[in-house]
């Protein structure tokens, strides 16, 4: 995306209105219906077997099912695992009267 910079003169460089390129934020990007393959909404329904998908919805969707990109299914990070070990009766009485 393109936006116009207004920059100060100063000492080696000069002033004026300049273009640059600036970063353009996911949110402002739309989603393309697979069938139409004009802009639309994304909706959330459920199949029979219980796989939760994103269809198309809005006015001139077709209300078919987009397909989520692969890199989406791989997680970058593992969902961490909490593991506790058991507290014995006497740790969790000596905890009990300090807090309480």
Not at 8 to 22: C, M, N
Not at 92 to 97: D, E, Q, Y
Request: aromatic fraction near 4%.
């Amino acid at each position: 995306m393109l936006v116009k910079k207004h920059i100060k003169q100063g000492q080696g460089h000069e002033g004026g209105i300049f273009t640059v390129e600036a970063p353009l934020h996911v949110l402002n990007v739309q989603v393309l219906d697979p069938v139409t393959k004009k802009p639309c909404k994304i909706g959330i329904r459920y199949l029979e077997d219980g796989a939760k998908v994103r269809v198309s919805r809005g006015i001139g969707a077709s209300g078919s099912i987009i397909p989520c990109a692969e890199i989406l299914k791989i997680r970058s990070t593992p969902r961490p695992t909490i593991c506790m070990s058991p507290v014995s009766p006497e740790l969790m009485a000596m905890l009990n009267s300090l807090l309480f």
